[in-house]
């Protein structure tokens, strides 16, 4: 079973500002107890929504994801995201 992307996300951010630099799916799998495999769906759609970025070195999580978290927004909740390009 896949974790929830909320999990990833905040496993992503708080390894990122543990280490502060790109965090690889095997360190977000191992902190969760899951394979790699089980991540790619969660990872790619963070992703999709500009929530992490990927790197040749793993994941950073974006500006957008650090103000989703310090909201207390769990991803899973009712939310409306507007993207606009500049």
């Known amino acids: ?7 990833v996300l905040v496993a992503v951010v708080d390894r990122y500002e ?18 790699e495999e089980a991540l790619s769906e969660p990872l790619e759609s963070l992703c999709e929504f500009e ?3 990927p790197t040749e070195r793993g994941y950073r999580p974006t ?17 409306v ?3 606009v390009e500049e």
């Open 1 to 7: 079973m896949s974790p929830s992307p909320h999990s």
């Open 18 to 35: 543990e280490a502060g630099e790109p965090v690889t799916a095997a360190a977000v799998a191992e902190s969760r107890n899951v394979s």
């Open 51 to 53: 929530l992490l970025e």
């Open 63 to 79: 500006v957008t994801a650090r103000e989703l978290l310090a909201l207390d927004v769990e991803l899973d909740d009712a939310l």
């Open 81 to 83: 995201l507007d993207l």
